[in-house]
């Protein structure tokens, strides 16, 4: 059928509405409907079937574009803006369709509009033959009539002009080739390093940076301390801490002072009570040779008759009281002695208890010490802790940014520093669907650098085509157009010089690559390859 275009005015319509042959299918239904008329902002399809989609709701469509007998069909979204029941029939307005397939639309709809595209009958084979006319009248300076005495210097002018402009386009399209069939440039690469962010382990501050950005560092190097405010107030808790330790320690030992010397005073005492009780002992004891000699009289005078029983049973009483009080006064004694000798200086006995603390605040002591001791390595293993929270240079390298300044407030999960390895740097080149496939794994390429003016070897080491197609929320992959650069390949250096430009190439710089490009046609690659062994 003959293809209608309709046209509106400007201010209407901002695309050409056209009415050649779509099939619109909403996603899910099974209804393939031909649509009333499309542009580049939606579809209006009549006569659908189901119920219609309400106005304002968020549809999926799959478009099918038929085209010299082949269907092209894609996926797409679009918004309800308008529905008629009664015909069944509604309006989309397209709201996310793919570049590609715009790109697709709009050149169907252009070709139809100017005329260039129509039905395979109706094309018409139009052949133009161009008719140069050819003079019949004689050449007016014949060769026999006048002689040739000049040298054409104007034609050898010309001739050379022209040659030369032969050679420069010749050759010129001699490079464009080779450089196209046989190489591939490609200007979207950049230089690549390993690259390693070290992120704040919590709320806190900077209190010491020690380095500067461009600072080489060595691996495990610190440069930033780090101080969490809750880690810092612990550290001067445990510091109020070892303080009032020491401050009861030093109280402990004053009272130890003072009862030590308590406990001078009281062995003094101890050591005259024992002398009085000595004393008391030897009067006893005397008390006693006295008993005795009186016992030795009285009886020596019973038998000569000058005293009597009762006399001698007195003496002998006093004999026995005597010998009681001394061998008491010896058991006190003895027993003062012992006690003396097991707590001089710490304890003192009055005859009812034990007076003195000497020994609970020995123990005291003791324990305040072992106290302050613990404190201690509590305070340590804070600053341990401090020094683990410290930025320390993952490896040998250069410092690339430090986002905050000595002193900065910084929250958990900021970005404090960020290091570049020295080595293992490379080339990543983005390039097209069509161009990595002329890639291939080892290839030895040429590596361009525009800002220093140099040039070096490399090869390529890794190729990633969907590099570009990863969606990082849904975890899948989708397909882009050929014209975007998704696909990744990386290379590494190959030359020796490599490490005298290592201070010069930094991460980030443009590159240019030249690739030895790959046939994709396995013909004319086993044919290329054939040529290759042969002459190269």
């Known amino acids: 059928m003959a293809v209608q275009v309709k046209r509106e005015r400007p201010d209407q319509r901002r695309h050409h509405r056209v009415t050649a042959p779509l ?46 007998g082949f269907d092209i ?53 139009r052949i133009d033959v161009p008719i140069t006319p050819v003079s019949t009248e004689p050449d007016p300076n014949p060769k026999n009539v006048i002689k040739e005495t000049r040298i054409p210097v104007r034609q050898i002018m010309w001739a ?18 080779y450089s196209n069939l046989f190489r591939m440039e490609v200007q979207t690469a950049v230089v690549s390093a390993p690259i390693i962010e070290v992120q704040a382990q919590g709320d806190g501050n900077l209190p010491f940076v020690r380095v500067n950005v461009g600072d080489r560092v060595e691996a495990g190097e610190t440069t930033i301390y780090f101080a969490d405010y809750d880690l810092e107030k612990q550290i001067d808790m445990a510091k109020l801490q070892i303080q009032e330790r020491e401050a009861e320690l030093n109280h402990l030992l004053q009272k130890r002072a003072g009862e030590l010397e308590k406990m001078t005073e009281y062995a003094a005492v101890e050591i005259g009570d024992i002398e009085r009780v000595k004393i008391d002992v030897e009067g006893l004891d005397a008390e006693h040779d006295a008993a005795g000699a009186r016992l030795k009289r009285v009886a020596k005078l019973q038998k000569e008759g000058l005293a009597t029983k009762t006399q001698v049973e007195e003496a002998n009483k006093w004999l026995i009281a005597a010998r009681s009080k001394l ?48 404190s201690h390595q509590s305070h340590e293993a804070l600053l341990k802790h401090r020094e683990r929270l410290a930025a320390k240079a993952p490896f040998t390298g250069r410092v690339m940014a430090l986002p905050f300044p000595e002193n900065a407030p910084v929250r958990k999960g900021d970005v404090i520093a960020v290091f570049e390895k020295d080595s293992d740097r490379r080339i990543i080149a983005y390039l097209t669907q069509d161009e990595v496939l002329k890639v291939a794994m080892g290839d030895k390429a040429s590596v361009y650098f525009p800002a220093l003016n140099a040039s070096l070897r490399a090869k390529v080491t890794s190729i990633d085509r969907t590099s570009g197609f990863k969606t990082e929320i849904s975890r899948r992959y989708s397909w882009r157009g050929a014209e975007d650069r998704s696909a990744e390949v990386s290379l590494e250096f190959i030359d020796d010089n490599t490490t005298d430009t290592a201070q010069k190439i930094t991460p980030g710089m443009p590159v240019v690559v030249l690739f030895e490009a790959q046939s994709t046609n396995p013909i004319l690659a086993a044919i290329w390859r054939r040529v290759s062994s042969l002459f190269l």
């Open 160 to 177: 050379s002009v022209y040659a030369a402009l032969g050679f420069m386009v010749f050759g010129y399209t001699a490079l464009v080739l």
């Open 327 to 374: 061998e008491a006064k010896k058991i006190e004694m003895k027993e003062q002695i012992r006690i003396a000798d097991a707590g001089i200086g710490k304890h003192y006995f009055n005859g009812r208890e034990f007076v003195g603390d000497l020994n609970d605040l020995d123990a005291n002591i003791k324990l305040a010490r072992y106290q302050i001791s613990l």
């Open 23 to 68: 099939f619109v299918r909403v996603l899910g239904s099974d209804h393939r409907l031909r649509a009333h008329d499309w542009s580049l902002g939606g579809v209006r399809v009549d006569g659908y079937p189901d119920e219609l989609p309400e106005i304002g709701s968020e549809i999926g469509l799959q478009i099918t574009l038929p085209f010299q």
């Open 73 to 125: 069909a894609f996926e797409c979204e679009g918004r309800v803006t308008r529905r008629v029941p009664a015909e069944g029939s509604y309006a989309v307005e397209f709201t996310k369709i793919g570049d590609r397939e715009r790109s697709l639309m709009a050149h169907f709809i252009e070709d139809l509009v100017r005329g260039m595209m129509s039905p395979t009958e109706d094309t018409i084979q």
